[in-house]
Each structure stands twice: as C-alpha cells, then as structure tokens.
C-alpha cells in the first residue's frame, strides 16, 4: 500500500519517527510522499533519497548528535561567549554540522539536490521570519530567485531545523529579478529558521491532491510525537528567557487543536516520554525508548486501520472543509 507521510518535528524526539518508518515498512507499506519539519525533515528526506528502516536504526543508534553544537572557541566563554555569539550569529551553534551530516547521508543515496528526487517527492516546511511567511520548499525558493530543483536538500533541511537562538538562521541574498524598487542592501538579505514556528505538523500539504476523492486516493497518515504536557513549565525571569519560552511554545503547541478536532482518523500519535526538543545529551536508553515507542505506535495504530473508514473519514473531512470555507465567504460579504 502507498501512502503520503507527514513527520512532526520534534528536535531529538525525531528520533521515534524513525521507528515508525520500520513499522510501517514491515507492514509493506510504500512512501509515495513525504513531508516534514526540522526533525520530521530529516526523516522525511532520508526516507525520500531510498534509506530502510533498517539503515535508520542503524543512522540512529550511531547519529552524533553533540557533534552538532559547534561553535568556535571564542564563542565558549563562560556567559560572555554564548552570548556574543547570539547577538552576532543569531544563533548559540552554526548549524553546519548538521547539514553536513545530512549531506554526506543523502549524497551516499546519489541525491544533492531536489532535482535528484521525482517531482513533488519531499516537501519541507521551514519558516521565513524576514518576511513573515511559512516556506514549501524546495517550490517557495524560487520566491527569492532561486532555481528549486538546483536547491540543495540538506540545505533545505537546516533551514527547516534551526531553532531560533539555538542554530544560526539560513541566510540567502534575493536575485536582483526578485528585489523590490529602493530596497536597501539589508533588505536583500532573508533569514530563514525552523518551520516548527508556522507549521510544524503540515498534514494539509497533500490535501490538494487528495480533494476528489472519488478517483484513486493516496491516503496520507501523519506521525505526531505527544508528550508536551510531561515537559517543565517555562519559568520567565526576563526578555531572553521569555522569547525562549516563546520559541519553546510555538514549537510544542501550535497545531495541536487542528490535529485534535480535524485529523484523528490520520494522526499516528507517538509519545515522548517527556524528552526536550534540545536533549542532545539523550542516553543510549532514552534512544531506544523513543525508537520503540515509534514503532510499537505505529504498529498498533495500522493494526486497526482501514481503506475503507480512511475513504469515509476523509471525504466527510473535505466536506466539512469546503462547508466552512463557504460559510466564511458568506460572513465576508458587505451587509
């Protein structure tokens, strides 16, 4: 069976959706599309460029996650650095550990770029907080100038998995084609960072394809990693640990009504046991716990699954989706 996935992003708790890659795998299910944000991009890109559940776990178990926080030496001052290094860089860690990391992953597959892949085969969501606007890449790149199937994936995925002042934002300079009369030499500059920030679960992004039911219908499935209620409350003390919380808000909770009222029938949800996004401390038995508890949710998820209510389910879902919008043009009119 084919199916469109979505992965949630989720810091160092992307690690369960690997698990439910091999879930789904041994049930013989095929990726048509996939979909994801900062973690879940990671996941999704890997799944994209032909890596098995088995490679994954493999990946999993040896990913080098401290490995990422680089910054130079003279940004690991106690206080004074990491500071300084935020006001500079807008960011404690660059982030190109990272992307390189998913870039020597991807090109072993034979991919670099997204002309590499079908069309339409990976989409990743990452946030442009210049011009305040959600981003689907590799398409919403050409807004700047830029050519999508020569963006790089791994770029696109650090774009998607910079967390506000944790790793640095993607910077790119507008063509001189897409700048707008009297823009000044700043404003030719674009900052991109996690799409966690507008949409970190985007289980709509398939739904166009999907809205006539009545012809082949490619089901897409969402895998949500739940367990925010079991992290601390946020203590504010002043404006850094207040934007922190902020970021930290945004990141856990923003389409959690959506998911809840709108998507059970296709939501797998996935428990964290209480794991923060920015653990990259996790031990070997937290890994593991999350790797499990991605594959025995999604196993139990499919065991009760069916084409047939999925159909019913989402041909009610789409009615009800254009009845709202309908309503909402009727309530817009002048009286």
């Not at 993607?170 to 700048?179: E, G, L, M, T, Y």
């Amino acid at each position: 069976m084919d199916i469109n996935a979505v992965f949630e992003g989720g810091g160092v708790k992307g690690i369960a959706l690997a698990g439910a890659v091999q879930a789904a795998e041994q049930r013989g299910i095929r990726f048509s599309r996939v979909a994801g944000t900062s973690s879940g991009a990671i996941v999704a890109a890997l799944v994209a460029a032909g890596y098995t559940a088995a490679e994954m776990k493999q990946l999993i178990e040896a990913m080098p996650f401290r490995s990422f926080l680089q910054r130079a030496p003279l940004f690991n001052t106690k206080w004074i650095g990491p500071v300084t290094r935020l006001f500079i860089k807008k960011g404690l860690y660059s982030g190109e550990a990272l992307e390189e990391w998913v870039r020597d992953l991807l090109q072993a597959k034979g991919i670099r770029t997204f002309g590499d892949l079908r069309p339409e085969q990976l989409r990743i969501i990452a946030s442009d907080i210049s011009g305040r606007k959600l981003l689907v890449l590799p398409d919403d790149i050409a807004q700047y100038g830029l050519n999508p199937k020569q963006l790089s994936v791994a770029k696109a995925v650090r774009m998607s998995a910079s967390i506000p002042y944790f790793f640095d934002p993607v910077v790119i300079r507008k063509k001189a084609s897409c700048r707008l009369p009297g823009e000044t030499f700043a404003d030719q500059f674009v900052y991109i960072v996690d799409g966690g920030l507008l949409s970190n679960f985007p289980l709509w992004l398939f739904d166009q394809a999907n809205d006539s039911p009545q012809g082949a219908l490619v089901p897409t499935i969402g895998f949500r990693l739940v367990g925010r209620s079991q992290l601390a409350p946020s203590t504010i003390r002043g404006p850094l640990s207040m934007l922190k919380a902020l970021v930290r808000t945004m990141l856990d909770a923003h389409d959690e009504r959506y998911i809840e009222e709108e998507n059970r029938f296709r939501t797998v949800k996935i428990p964290t046991h209480g794991i923060s996004i920015t653990d990259f401390d996790i031990s070997a038995e937290d890994s593991k716990q999350l790797y499990e508890s991605g594959y025995y949710s999604t196993s139990a998820f499919f065991n009760r699954w069916k084409m047939s209510d999925y159909k019913h389910n989402y041909i009610a879902y789409v009615q009800r989706r254009k009845s709202k919008l309908a309503d909402s043009k009727v309530t817009s009119l002048p009286s």
